[in-house]
């Protein structure tokens, strides 16, 4: 396969660029690492590339004046990852970042581009006219299902939703700002995702005319925080993840007080996990409450014929991680 023939543009400011996004068969270039990869496969038809890369206002981290941080969505996931206020403050996102791909590819890669990149679901990658392209059929259902989703399919397409970053900000209660050609609005992150039972062919709300300009974290929360995001690949390499779990846990004295825990490498969107919040909320972090969250974590959980490790996958991560936070409090 070579590359289509499209033009390339790169916008001066961003009401440039929502006007030539607006343009049918257009699409936004921020980093390009996901992008290209879709055009060499032919993934989607593209008549016009837009590339962000002129937009300064775009880039950079700093704080707001509620004490939270705002994050351009041209910031490479690199300075993410060295931010010193990212560490200390939203460590889950620091982690997160830091699992994305390789280190040539955190440089080039932004984190816009992160939450809002293609699945990678073989058969929609692949030459094969799926539902999430307009086809009439999901080839995963009953085929090679070894790393698709085991929640949130609606039993129509069984993609895993990507982005590491997107699971740690979801847990960190982030915002997206998205631009569009008559107004910007603030959409929560957990608002921003659509299961296929909404509509497969789309990932995002965004419309084609839309651009996500920033993403915003409110403040930290005052108790004792406890965040992270664990990741597991079938390789010791660059890798998607097969499951992988973000977490923010508020203590105060000895009992949780507030839980969000969000999975990656379980469903077309970075899943919410409301049981595992709900076994944590008000409780001591004991054996028994370690053992009743990595029960919790799977109810519900609709496996595949190939893909039914990921059950005990999600059990232990659970498990290993909670029991880590706990110990970290003996010491
Ligand atoms: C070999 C390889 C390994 C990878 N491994 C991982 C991994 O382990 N974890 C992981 O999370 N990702 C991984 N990725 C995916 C991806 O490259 C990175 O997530 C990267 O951060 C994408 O950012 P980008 O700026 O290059 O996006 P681009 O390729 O420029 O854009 C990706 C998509 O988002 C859209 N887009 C970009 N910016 C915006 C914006 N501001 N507003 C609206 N839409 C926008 C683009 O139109 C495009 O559809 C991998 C990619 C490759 C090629």
Redesign the pocket.
Known sequence: MTMPNFSYVRPKSLKEAIQQISSKGA????????????LHDDVFQVKKVVS?SRLDELRGIRQTKDGGLRIG?LTP?VDIVNSKPVKEHYPALAQAAS???SPQ?RN???L???I???PRCWYYRGEFHCLRKGGSKCFAENGENHYHCIFGSGHVCYIVH????APALMALEASVRIAGPKSTKLAPLEAFYVLPGSNVEKETA?EPNE??TEILLPPPGKGDLRSGYRKVRARNS???ALAGIAFVLEFKVDRIEKARVVLSGAAPIPWRSKPVEDALVAKRLNAGTVERASEVVVKDAEPLEHNGYKIPLFRGLIEEELTKIAESFKT
């Open positions: 699409r936004i270039h921020a980093g390009g690492t996901d992008l290209l990869g879709c962000l969505a996931l699992e994305v791909a590819l080039q890669g932004t816009g581009g992160n809002c990149q293609k990507p982005s590491d970053t965004l651009i996500v660059w890798d998607f």
